[in-house]
């Protein structure tokens, strides 16, 4: 299995990139979000990757994190949900925006990914709704390629700064991590954890641990 491949870009598609990697071309194919946060041609570049094999086709596709490929991995496994449906929801929420959405429930926002219809999207989230959690919590630490991709000119090898862009400032995602331990020990099941500190999150995306406990405390707290 491939997971992961660091290299020179030498083209980029409409939706893919050819990777050399000392001396062997991949070609990867990525979402139009990651597309827009890769170097130019020429300039070297780091992604995860997931290999999809199929009998009459192999393809590589690209992620800037481990989390954007754990959730095209669980996407993947919707009914209904392939590889190109997937890349256009990745590509329209990101990462995080998945997470929300599918802890959320909110399936209107998958919806609005191209190619997506209301029953595939309601689909989605019913079936990865208890999955959220987890991949929420896999936090910042894991969350980005590392920034120093390994290359080689005249036969040495050398580290070379990679532009890649993180969808979600790193603090963020620490914090959503921590509060969603901090529910989960205060009792709280994962998918009441993870809807709550979500709507926390972007309610106030600049929030800190304490306050984005208290926020998504006040929205599990009973009404009336």
Sequence with gaps: MIGKLSGRIDYRGTDH??????????????????????????????LY?????????????????????????????????????SMAILGTLGPDGVSRAIALGDWTAVKAAPGVGPKIAQRVVNELKDKAPTVMAMGAAVNTVSTQTDAVIDDEPVSVPTPVATPQPVQTANTQSEA?????????????????????????????????????LRLLAPKG
């Design 17 to 46: 990139v050819l990777l050399d990697v000392r001396g062997v071309g991949y070609i990867v194919y990525v979402s139009e979000r990651t597309m827009a946060a890769l170097p130019r041609a020429g300039e070297f570049t780091a």
């Design 49 to 85: 990757t997931e290999l999809m094999v199929r009998e009459d086709l192999m393809q590589l596709f690209g992620f800037t994190s481990l989390v954007e490929k754990e959730w095209h991995r669980l996407l993947i496994s919707v009914q209904g949900i392939g590889a190109k449906a």
């Design 180 to 216: 969603l331990s901090a529910l989960s020990n205060l009792g709280y099941s994962p998918s009441e954890a993870a809807s709550a500190v979500a709507q926390a999150a972007g309610d106030e995306p600049e929030a800190s641990t304490a306050d984005l406990i208290r926020t998504a």
